[in-house]
Nanobody
Framework: QVQLVESGGGLVQAGGSLRLSCAASGRAFSRLNMGWFRQSPGKEREFVAGFSWSGVNAYYADSMKGRFAITRDNSKSTQFLQMNSLKPEDTAVYYC??????????????????????WGQGTQVTVSS
């Protein structure tokens, strides 16, 4: 099992930036598929961005392309989500997710919440207009 702890959320004005962090423990980080999801009130949890376990591939939801950037530091067992040009509609609780599936393709990025097995507690991001 993987333990995930997010940090970095907060209140920001529209057009501003935030950087979320997710520290992982319990499994070899370099073998984890990692992802970010978000959920706002009354809506389903939606995919934001993710990494294949090899780190070769990253994938973004269309509305985040060009504004968000996902990175990972295997030496620190941490992944990051840099969010720029934030909009009020980006307001949500952001969750870090992990999946330990070492037999999966090293290039595959999981985009469905059901494919992830471990979740962080979430961090609130609020973007004011």
């Amino acid at each position: 099992q993987v333990q995930l702890v997010e940090s970095g959320g907060g209140l920001v004005q529209a057009g501003g930036s935030l950087r979320l962090s997710c520290a992982a423990s319990g499994r070899a980080f370099s073998r984890l598929n990692m992802g970010w999801f978000r959920q706002s009130p009354g809506k389903e949890r939606e995919f934001v961005a993710g990494f294949s376990w090899s780190g070769v591939n990253a994938y973004y939801a269309d509305s985040m392309k060009g504004r968000f950037a996902i990175t990972r530091d295997n030496s620190k067992s941490t992944q990051f989500l840099q969010m720029n040009s934030l909009k009020p509609e980006d307001t949500a609780v952001y969750y870090c997710a992990a999946a330990y599936k070492p037999r999966s393709s090293p290039a595959y990025v999981y985009t469905e919440a059901s494919e992830y097995t471990d979740w962080g507690q979430g961090t609130q991001v609020t973007v004011s207009s």
